[in-house]
């Protein structure tokens, strides 16, 4: 399955992408992350030639949750696990990442000082790998005691989803929230039913991987702290997506990038600035002169395999 992957959308590149496509039919769009804007995607609509066809995931959602109280109920009681885990992991990696500050700040003095800040970021990676199993296997225990593929409500919203999707010449994946973006994809078990190209583009590019990193140096209330916060369709494996990298990173630290490099190798950080576009290959792998993030703390362009 092809999948592109585009910069923010703010200087829209989405017509020409489809264009190079020569599109021939419906496209199928998800704007679920925009929330109770989901329908107002006039502008969308004008770059896909008006061949848009949403498929209205955050409505079909809160269908569910007005006539199917069970679901909804069990569904926000494991929200509020998710959150409490979340929130204890935050604390934990506040404590490790201090640690590979503090280490870092030291400076060389030897190899065992070296050896000493790599195992102080192989704890980080380790925890976040602990974070992700943690919340992959809550909402993993979710889905099978509430079974949602039996529930008849969801089992036709899910029929009718497959249905728009299997006479779709594309999928057009937007951004805005991530985690409503990302629930609604899992509850409607889009993944299986996605063979034609997939264009995403900031939450919806982080939405595709395994990983899903919240990340912001630029925040108001000063950098915070990248966290891993769970997984997207996985449709694209061992990279993290990074939307506004440059409005929300800061690039120019260079120490500061090669340890956020480094926490997250062999997972490979894509830049998706404006004007963005990464054509993946059928295994998913990201094409030559992709923008990304190397151990070093440097931007860069992949080199060819």
Known sequence: MK???LGPQRRPTLDAVAASLALDGPVATITAGWQERESADSE???LLDGRDVNLTLYQRWLDVQERDPEFATAERLTRDVLDDVQEIYLLRLDHAL??????SRLGDNGS?????LT?????VRELDATHLRRVNGIRGEFYARLQPHRRPLVAE???EIERLLGEAVAVVIAGGHVGVLTDTLH???VAPFLRSPVIAWSAGAMALTDRILLFHDRAPQGPGRPEVYGAGLSVLRNLVALPHARARLLLDDVPRMALFARRLAPVLPVLLENGARVDTGTDGACPAGTMVLAEDGRVTALAAR
């Open 3 to 5: 999948v592109i992957l």
């Open 44 to 46: 969308l609509s004008e």
């Open 98 to 103: 201090r640690a590979v500050d503090e280490i």
């Open 112 to 116: 065992y000082r070296a050896d000493e």
């Open 119 to 123: 195992e102080a970021i192989a704890a």
């Open 157 to 159: 919203h899910r029929a």
């Open 187 to 189: 509850l409607f078990n």
